[in-house]
């Protein structure tokens, strides 16, 4: 009997720990489960800073995409956490015009990375406020024109 209560209590704590919900403790800028316990992961960064600002899925590619295999190596890396970027630029390509499919695909990539036991922060990404000041992250529609610095390289949506 010992056993089987043990087993069942290892499955209640298993299938609590996988619905976790975690919060920011302000005072120490720490991480922390429903329990009060400080939680540390091990992450990566996935942040796409040109058109179509996400990484592609139909192939592997070690720096721009998050396919199967992708999946595969950053579970076997110990990768528990995702920091995706998400530019307003992506968002809203004319003022007040969302792009409710760019918004779909961001929703179903923070899906299949839970599916594979990863945490996701969505980080609403910018660089030197927009592409007209050599960064990205606000449109370029609502930058004003007077903070043109010639960015030569620099792709304007």
């Given amino acids: 009997m ?7 209590s290892c499955l209640i704590a298993y299938a609590s720990a ?17 329990h009060g316990r400080v939680r540390i992961f091990h992450g990566q960064n996935v942040v796409v800073k040109l ?16 396919t199967a295999e992708d999946f595969t190596y950053l579970k076997s890396w110990g990768t528990k956490i995702i920091r995706l970027g998400v530019m307003w630029e992506s968002v809203e390509r004319s003022p007040g015009v969302y792009d409710m499919d760019y918004l779909a695909k961001v929703e179903n990539l ?3 990375l839970g599916e594979n036991d990863m945490t996701v922060i969505v980080d609403n990404h910018q660089d ?10 606000v449109p370029y529609f609502y930058t004003p024109d007077n903070l043109d610095h010639k960015c030569p390289k ?4």
Avoid: W
Wanted: charge should be neutral.
């Fill in 2 to 8: 010992p056993v089987k209560t043990l087993t069942i």
């Fill in 18 to 34: 996988a619905i976790d919900k975690f919060t920011i403790d302000p005072a120490t800028r720490t991480i922390r489960d429903s």
């Fill in 51 to 66: 058109p179509n600002y996400l990484p592609t899925t139909d192939s592997f590619n070690f720096e721009y995409s998050m």
């Fill in 110 to 112: 923070i899906n299949q």
């Fill in 128 to 137: 030197l406020f927009s592409r007209r000041l050599c960064g990205e992250g």
């Fill in 154 to 157: 620099t792709p304007v949506a």
